[in-house]
Nanobody, 123 residues
Framework: QVQPVESGGDSVQAGGSLKLSCAVSRYSPNCMAWFRQAPGKEREGVASIDRLGIATYAESVKGRFTISKDNAKNTLYLQMNSLKPDDTAMYYC???????????????????WGQGTQVTVSS
């Protein structure tokens, strides 16, 4: 198993948009998710998508972020709009291939993690 690889992080101004990508090594994980961790804060789940394509979002990003996946490209995405300074964090993707087909929050059963990509939002 090769670790997922995130990309797309950048520095943007508040109100801007970014799209993160995560390349995974195998076809159709049962659950894929984005997490973030800001300095001095605990890691938190941002969004998840299961094998059937059902997406779930943290309250803090609902209506602004969209998670999606392209099975043909083995890639997970996170479209982030209306970015706020509070969205500043290292963003990680993670995946699970075994077990339930659904993503179960708080998403503490994911097996493979990427190294992260930094998102910085300035006011």
């Amino acid at each position: 198993q090769v670790q997922p690889v995130e990309s797309g992080g950048d520095s943007v101004q508040a109100g801007g948009s970014l799209k993160l990508s995560c390349a995974v090594s195998r076809y159709s994980p049962n659950c894929m998710a984005w997490f973030r961790q800001a300095p001095g804060k605990e890691r938190e789940g941002v969004a998840s998508i299961d094998r059937l394509g059902i997406a779930t979002y943290a309250e803090s990003v609902k209506g602004r972020f969209t998670i999606s996946k392209d099975n043909a490209k083995n890639t997970l995405y996170l479209q982030m709009n209306s970015l706020k300074p509070d969205d500043t964090a290292m963003y990680y993707c993670a995946e699970r291939y075994a077990g339930r087909w659904e993503c179960v929050w708080p998403l503490d059963d994911l097996d493979y993690w990427g190294q992260g990509t930094q998102v910085t939002v300035s006011s």
